[in-house]
């Protein structure tokens, strides 16, 4: 096992285009052109759209609102656009960054919200920070830093909202976690009603379970208390493995209580697809005085995007991927912080090709199910259209909360980056292969993430998220309107 060097983990990346594992996206794209033949899809239709960041869903809205505000004056607000999307009987959602990639945040025809603004008052005693929904991770790191502090668990990219993440149940790398949520201790939001709820684990317990996970159709989060824990300088280390002993050797790390952070990746070359794994893990430094202050990507980061992209029709590339990945990068790469490993914006893997848009999957596996998994992948994706970049390997504990859970028991989290033409046909070719990936994980006793492209079909989700029934049933109770709707429940809880 590699270990330390004298350079940041910002050389790693350079050889491993590693970053994070998931690719760059955009927030705010133009509409949807013709969707025949291969004509490129994108253009700009006539009227008011929103689109997300796989630049494929431009959807019409009747009116789009940032309220810069927090507290009271934000529950005004969303009180406000609550009362005139009922009297209007249209959907409202709220939205923050916009990378869901499947009208997760966005009213078809309705009111939307996109909240950003940064509210932040952290509690040292109780080990805990109140935050305003609308805030992104980037202001969390830069309020928790100066005092030693970092997020418990937060999702790679520090550009997502705070509520959203917690809106569908994301994770992060910090181990040995659940979703962010399981570092959640109570939220505020306002109901379909207009009614400000405080719901926790003791308080209003349905409403914080419907809350997370649950995409923004329960209510409308002004702020939260969220777990912090102390910032750490941590110094990685490098071990290649045969993929199908990755889990056993995860679990042990998982387990390590002296690492606090891990990944994996497997290699993603056609013809070798998923024969090799690498694990990275960071411990703390013996000496924990003088933390410096969070960095964000530099330059390396950038460069490393260039060899990412790279690999886009070029199998060698990949190969030379994986080699600098596994043999060069950990020769370079040195110690760094908690915060700034987790500081790392989006756009630092940016395609720069308007022709073509990351998507990215997610399956989550039982650790014993993982040769499944590879298998699965091995017989569904060399044959695509899309282009596979990358897999990384993260673990979530069991989710106890929430209604419509990815890790129901422990998981192997792959989060997948393929990129694919903006046309009809990449399209057309992409769902086929999701379904096929997601009936074949499913076999295997796993599931697949919600907040992706909505290929999935009604009995793949009703399979995948058994209690989504139930979950539809509670919030029919408290929005008979249906006031709160975005495309998640369009597509598919509308018709549970
Ligand atoms: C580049 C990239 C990196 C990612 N990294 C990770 C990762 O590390 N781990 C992971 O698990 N997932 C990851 N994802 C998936 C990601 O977690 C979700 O797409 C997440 O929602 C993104 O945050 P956002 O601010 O863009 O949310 P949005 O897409 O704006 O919203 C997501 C959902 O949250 C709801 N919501 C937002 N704000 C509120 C609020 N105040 N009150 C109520 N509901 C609200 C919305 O209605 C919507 O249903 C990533 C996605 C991309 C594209």
């Given amino acids: 096992m590699a270990r330390s060097g004298t350079f940041s983990r910002r050389a790693l990346l350079v050889g491993a285009g590693?970053?994070?594992?998931?690719?760059?996206?955009?927030?705010?794209a133009p509409g949807l052109g013709q969707l025949d033949g291969v004509t490129r899809i994108g253009g700009t239709p006539e009227g008011r759209f929103l689109n997300d960041a796989s630049e494929l869903q431009a959807t019409p809205i009747h009116s789009h609102t940032r309220p810069n505000a927090h507290g009271d004056a934000l529950i005004e607000a969303f009180r406000a656009e609550l009362r005139a999307a009922r009297e209007e009987s249209r959907p409202l959602c709220v939205s923050a960054a916009r990378h869901s990639m499947g009208g997760q945040a966005i009213p078809r025809d309705g009111h939307a919200i996109t909240v950003d603004n940064a509210w932040i008052e952290p509690d040292t005693a109780s080990g805990t920070y109140r935050v305003n929904g609308g805030a992104r991770w980037r202001d969390v790191i830069r309020?928790?830093?100066?005092?030693?502090?970092?997020?418990a668990v937060m999702q790679s990219n520090h550009d997502f909202g705070v509520a959203a993440t917690f809106s569908v149940g994301a994770h992060g790398?910090?181990?040995?976690?659940?979703?962010?949520?399981?570092?959640?201790?109570?939220?505020?939001?306002?109901?379909?009603?207009?009614?400000?709820?405080t719901a926790s684990r003791t308080e209003n317990t349905q409403l914080f379970q419907m809350a997370m996970g649950g995409y923004g159709l329960t209510g409308l989060i002004v702020d939260m208390v969220v777990d912090m824990v102390p910032n750490q300088r941590l110094s990685p280390a490098?071990?290649?493995?045969?993929?199908?002993?990755?889990?056993?050797?995860?679990?042990?790390?998982?387990?390590?209580p002296a690492i606090p952070m891990a990944y994996g990746?497997?290699?993603?070359?056609?013809?070798?697809?998923?024969?090799?794994?690498?694990?990275?893990?960071?411990?703390?430094?013996?000496?924990?005085?003088?933390?410096?202050?969070?960095?964000?990507?530099?330059?390396?980061?950038?460069?490393?995007?260039?060899?990412?992209?790279?690999?886009?029709?070029?199998?060698?590339?990949?190969?030379?991927?994986w080699w600098v990945e596994t043999s060069l990068g950990p020769r370079f790469a040195g110690e760094s912080t908690r915060n700034s490993l987790m500081n790392e914006p989006v756009v630092t893997l940016d395609d720069r090709d308007p022709?073509?848009?990351?998507?990215?999957?997610?399956?989550?596996?039982?650790?014993?199910?993982?040769?499944?998994?590879?298998?699965?992948?091995r017989d569904v994706i060399p044959d695509a259209f899309v282009e596979f970049l990358n897999v990384t390997l993260r673990f979530v504990d069991t989710d106890t909360d929430s209604y419509l859970p990815h890790s129901p028991g422990p998981t192997i989290a792959a989060v997948m980056s393929f990129t694919q033409e903006l046309t009809a046909r990449a399209e057309a070719?992409?769902?086929?292969?999701?379904?096929?990936?997601?009936?074949?994980?499913?076999?295997?006793?796993?599931?697949?993430?919600?907040?992706?492209?909505?290929?999935?079909?009604?009995?793949?989700?009703?399979?995948?998220?058994?209690?989504?029934?139930?979950?539809?049933a509670h919030k029919r109770e408290i929005d008979p309107t249906l006031t709160l709707r975005n495309n998640l429940w369009d597509s598919y809880m509308a018709h549970l």
């Avoid at 590693?18 to 705010?28: D, E, M, Q, S, V």
């Avoid at 490098?238 to 390590?256: I, K, L, M, S």
């Avoid at 990215?360 to 590879?374: K, Q, S």
């Fill in 143 to 151: 309020a928790l830093d100066p005092i030693g502090y970092s997020p």
């Fill in 18 to 28: 590693a970053l994070c594992g998931y690719a760059a996206g955009r927030g705010w």
């Fill in 173 to 197: 790398w910090p181990v040995p976690y659940g979703p962010m949520g399981a570092t959640v201790r109570e939220v505020r939001m306002v109901l379909p009603s207009g009614d400000l709820v």
């Fill in 355 to 377: 022709t073509r848009v990351d998507i990215l999957h997610e399956y989550f596996v039982p650790f014993d199910a993982f040769d499944g998994f590879l298998q699965a992948c």
């Fill in 238 to 256: 490098f071990e290649t493995t045969a993929a199908t002993d990755f889990p056993a050797r995860f679990r042990e790390v998982v387990d390590d």
């Fill in 265 to 321: 990746r497997l290699n993603v070359t056609r013809e070798t697809l998923f024969d090799e794994a690498l694990l990275v893990t960071y411990a703390p430094t013996e000496d924990q005085s003088d933390i410096p202050p969070a960095t964000e990507s530099g330059w390396m980061s950038h460069a490393a995007s260039y060899l990412y992209r790279g690999q886009v029709g070029r199998e060698g590339m990949k190969d030379w991927r």
């Fill in 429 to 472: 070719d992409h769902a086929r292969m999701t379904r096929a990936l997601i009936d074949r994980i499913l076999e295997i006793g796993g599931r697949y993430y919600l907040p992706y492209r909505p290929h999935a079909t009604q009995d793949q989700f009703t399979r995948a998220y058994p209690r989504a029934a139930e979950l539809a």
